[in-house]
């Protein structure tokens, strides 16, 4: 049985502003109307025997990541908490320890959330390949036969043919190389690119990782033994986890084992790990443009033009990047695009909320959205889910309204049950304990007014919570 293990964890921050540290890029849907990391479970659809996914991602995620697993009808064997991230060596690890427990023969499918691929049938024939190396207790990766001197990749390095077989030894893995260097390295044809997307038995990566990388198996060892139960997630205990050592699968067990083997993959593999990369991967008009919302171009060339909230409008730009959000706009060459990640480290370090989250914040209830603030006022749009109950809570240093747009409300204010139908309102005085309700079959809409000398998330007390927090 093959045994996905969907890594989840990442922050994509070279995709900001649309990808951020609480909604990165593997839950949005950059390519269609389906999230990266669903379409990661959709393309192994017609490969046989593959049981239910193990999903490990990090803790802020989890009600997003239930949520779309939710809504394409998948029930994971298991959503596993990082409560800090720790590169995939310890992720990989704690699956294999995991999938262990259900099957001694497990072989796992190891696949970043954050990938396209553009011929699944292709993919698929890989897979099956794979899964034959792995039975004989070989450690699997896929080598992505390149199209271009990338140097936004790592690289492999093919050994001698594998008999009766399309696989290859690895000679040794290269990190990513200058332009001149991948130029040769793809003229050469003797290099691939990393995927990142590996196929081995639970055991024997297991006894791999344990003489290469025995600190790692150890305190992943404990953080799933001390692990808890957190509704439909496996929680790792915090202070196990966190002790253990940061190292990829690559440098702690691939470049060290004599047991590697890859398969070579040509199935327009992109790792969607930049705004040029989205550039590569989209479908563009006859000037060269991939345009995403409501954009209008004049003699603009070769450029990725994505509108979020308003108009965006561009005249002569050639090989250029513009990402328009509610609250931000990135403007850049799309030779200089790997430096995204230096402007979110500046916003990072000034503190600034875009490096975390966007306007619309999603909550395991809903969702809501800042619309407008002040000095001692802010203004909210809350969505409730058909069925969804907000914590029992209170706040210090504000105030709030309430007035309910489309739906039905029930609204608990101390002693009082309130019913609230569109466009009927309640006040919530400060130290007033409270709690919202969508008891409908429709989604809950209100505008929130709030108003004190403190609006901070953090201004909040909850008594009851259905969702742990």
């Not at 959503?79 to 796992?108: F, H, K, S, W, Y």
């Not at 003699?299 to 730009?317: M, Q």
């Amino acid at each position: 049985m093959i045994i996905p293990v969907i890594l989840a964890g990442g922050s994509g921050t070279r995709l900001w502003p649309l990808s951020r540290k609480l909604y990165p890029k593997q839950l949005l849907p950059l390519i269609d109307d389906r999230t990266l990391v669903q379409n990661t479970l959709l393309r192994l659809q017609g490969l046989d025997e593959v049981a239910d996914p193990i999903i490990i991602c990090n803790e802020e995620h989890r009600f997003i990541i239930a949520e779309q697993m939710r809504a394409m009808g998948v029930s994971p064997a298991a959503i596993i908490l990082e409560p800090v991230g720790r590169n995939t060596a310890p992720a990989v690890t704690i699956a294999a320890l995991q999938a262990l427990v259900a099957d001694p023969e497990a072989v796992l499918l190891v696949l970043p959330a954050d990938h396209l691929i553009g011929d699944p049938a292709q993919f698929h024939e890989a897979v099956r390949q794979a899964v034959a190396h792995a039975a004989a207790d070989h450690l699997v990766t896929f080598g992505i036969v390149p199209s271009a001197p990338e140097t936004g990749y790592g690289y492999i390095l093919q050994g001698p043919a594998l008999p009766d077989s399309a696989a290859r030894a690895i000679e040794r893995f290269v990190e990513k190389p200058d332009l001149a260097t991948a130029e040769g390295y793809v003229a050469s044809g003797q290099y691939f690119w990393n995927s990142g997307m590996f196929v081995f038995r639970a055991q024997a990566v297991l006894s791999e990782l344990e003489r290469f990388a025995p600190a790692i198996v150890e305190s992943c060892r404990k953080a799933l033994a001390l692990a808890g139960r957190d509704l439909d997630f496996l929680r790792l205990d915090r202070e196990a986890f966190a002790a253990c050592p940061e190292d990829s699968v690559d440098y702690a067990v691939m470049e060290q084992t004599e047991r590697g083997v890859m398969v070579p993959l040509s199935c327009g593999w992109n790792d969607l790990g930049s705004w040029d990369a989205l550039w590569q991967a989209g479908g563009k008009d006859e000037s060269g443009n991939v345009t995403k919302g409501d954009v209008v171009l004049c003699d603009v060339h070769d450029s990725y033009l994505h509108a979020e909230t308003r108009l965006l409008a561009a005249v002569g730009l050639e090989n250029h990047i513009v990402v328009e959000t509610s609250d931000a706009v990135l403007i850049s060459p799309r030779d200089r695009v790997q430096e995204v990640k230096k402007i979110v480290d500046k916003l990072k370090a000034e503190n600034r909320i875009e490096a975390v989250s966007h306007k619309k914040v999603f909550r395991p209830w809903g969702h809501y959205e800042s619309i407008g603030d002040g000095a001692r006022y802010q203004v909210k749009r809350i969505v409730v889910t058909s069925g969804q109950v907000l914590s029992l809570q209170k706040h210090f240093h504000r105030a709030e309204h309430w007035v309910v747009v489309q739906g039905t409300a029930v609204v608990t204010r101390d002693s009082e049950e309130i019913l609230l139908r569109e466009n009927e309102s309640v006040y919530l005085p400060l130290g007033a304990v409270h709690r919202l309700a969508n008891p409908g079959k429709i989604p809950l809409e209100l505008i929130e007014v709030q108003v004190g000398s403190y609006l901070g998330e953090d201004d909040i007390v909850r008594f009851e919570d259905l969702y742990g927090r």
